[in-house]
């Protein structure tokens, strides 16, 4: 059924505002919980973050909320928890962590990607927090290291907005929250990210044209929602986890495989790191 009307959502009669307020109602009688304050979609390579933020309050099959689906890339949770956290400053926070993204490349259209970031939105939250999995064009970035994304290319060319939405888009990654990020971890470095349809990996071709325009990192998810999301008001931290070289700069062939295995390898460590970080937020 979740699958069903998650693709309803390209109805054209079909408000997706609308469809996120029904998910956010559903969300808020399911948990328990009334507003969230922070919301955290989970990437590949991230899935053992939420149980190291707090408590968690509830659990969500993600296709039974409306307009949601089950994921269909092996390495995403097919979840989605709230999670109560104490932050640093000792105040309590309540975040929702999406387990369930649906990638551009599904072929459902840009509805359903957004709509995890417009349900976030509609369930009260301030901040988005986007994660992924990604190759990097820098040698020095070895498999396992996390980066800022501090602006992005679309290279699908796509957009959630419709109709005359002009958002502007300056600092569309927002520098407070990249600033306590660092706070967090000083070390971490900022980069490009450049998103291409897929899913078939980028070609070296491809990957050398993003770093003529200024890519530092290649994936296949994360711009169209942050798009959504700044759309709907909210402020956007995005984070990558380098899960191997780009096509051209490895040495050897691409394969998903990889992709689980670094993601595995870095979990511990890059888990630590999203959970201080949101405790922060």
């Not at 009669?13 to 009334?34: C, L, M, R």
């Not at 975040?95 to 649906?102: K, P, W």
Request: charged share 20%; aromatic share 4%; net charge negative.
């Amino acid at each position: 059924m979740g699958m069903t009307r998650a693709y309803q959502l390209n109805d054209p009669q079909t408000d997706p505002f609308e469809v996120a307020k029904a998910a956010a109602a559903f969300i808020a009688t399911e948990t328990g919980v009334p507003r969230h304050d922070v919301a955290v979609t989970l990437g590949s390579g991230w899935g053992g973050a939420a149980e190291l933020m707090g408590e968690v309050v509830a659990e969500i099959p993600s296709a039974d909320i409306p307009g949601f689906a089950k994921p269909a890339v092996a390495g995403h949770v097919a979840t989605t928890r709230s999670i109560k956290v104490t932050k640093d400053d000792g105040a309590t926070a309540h975040v929702l962590v999406l387990g369930s993204r649906t990638h551009y490349y599904e072929g459902h259209g840009v509805r359903p990607v957004a709509h995890g970031v417009r349900t976030a939105a509609a369930c009260g939250v301030k901040a988005m927090v986007l994660t992924n999995g990604c190759g990097g064009l820098h040698v020095s970035w070895r498999p396992g290291q996390v980066v800022l994304i501090k602006d992005h290319l679309n290279l699908t060319f796509e957009t959630p907005l419709e109709g005359a939405a002009f958002v502007d888009l300056t600092d569309l990654y927002t520098p407070r929250l990249r600033d306590l990020a660092r706070a967090v971890d000083p070390t971490l470095p900022e980069g490009v990210y450049a998103q291409f349809r897929g899913p078939q990996y980028e070609t070296p071709a491809e990957v050398r044209m993003a770093g003529i325009l200024g890519a530092d990192l290649v994936g296949m998810s994360t711009t169209m929602e942050a798009v959504a999301a700044r759309q709907a008001g909210l402020e956007v931290l995005g984070l990558s986890l380098v899960t191997n070289l780009a096509a051209g700069i490895s040495p050897t062939a691409l394969s998903h495989e990889e992709v689980l295995e670094a993601g595995a390898a870095a979990g511990p460590v890059i888990s630590e790191l999203l959970a201080r970080i949101v405790r922060t937020v």
